[in-house]
């Protein structure tokens, strides 16, 4: 199986259309502690990106402009690079592309 990343892009603020919901960091380690119970994640690493900072990475300022200038809900989850969840994350949708990789169930 080849390695997982999953990148949680947010900011500290709470997204104004996600009223109630948990902020951008709560998302991402609720993300990990849900998909280490689920899965064997000895091959999954996780990143969080903040939107409010400047980017070293240029894919992730490419993303970070795009999350701006299309006014995209936060945070906002990546399995390797393809968009699986927006505002709020359903783990059904996380849960359902790590399958396709191939990623092992406990």
């Given amino acids: 199986m080849n390695n ?3 990148t949680v892009y947010g900011r500290d ?3 104004a259309s996600c ?6 960091k709560d998302t991402y380690e609720w993300l ?3 998909i280490g119970r689920k899965y064997e994640d000895r091959n999954i690493a ?6 409010d900072e ?17 006014d995209l809900f936060y945070p ?10 927006e505002g709020i994350p359903r ?4 849960y359902k592309a790590l399958d396709e990789l191939g990623v092992v169930q406990k």
């Fill in 91 to 94: 783990l059904k949708t996380v």
């Fill in 54 to 70: 400047p980017q070293a990475n240029e894919e992730h300022q490419q993303f970070v402009d795009r999350i701006i200038e299309e």
């Fill in 13 to 15: 603020q709470i997204c």
């Fill in 76 to 85: 906002i989850v990546c399995v390797n690079e393809d968009m699986v969840g």
């Fill in 46 to 51: 996780y990143e969080y990106v903040d939107i």
């Fill in 19 to 24: 009223v109630g919901a948990p902020g951008s």
């Fill in 32 to 34: 990990q502690a849900a």
């Fill in 4 to 6: 997982v990343l999953i």
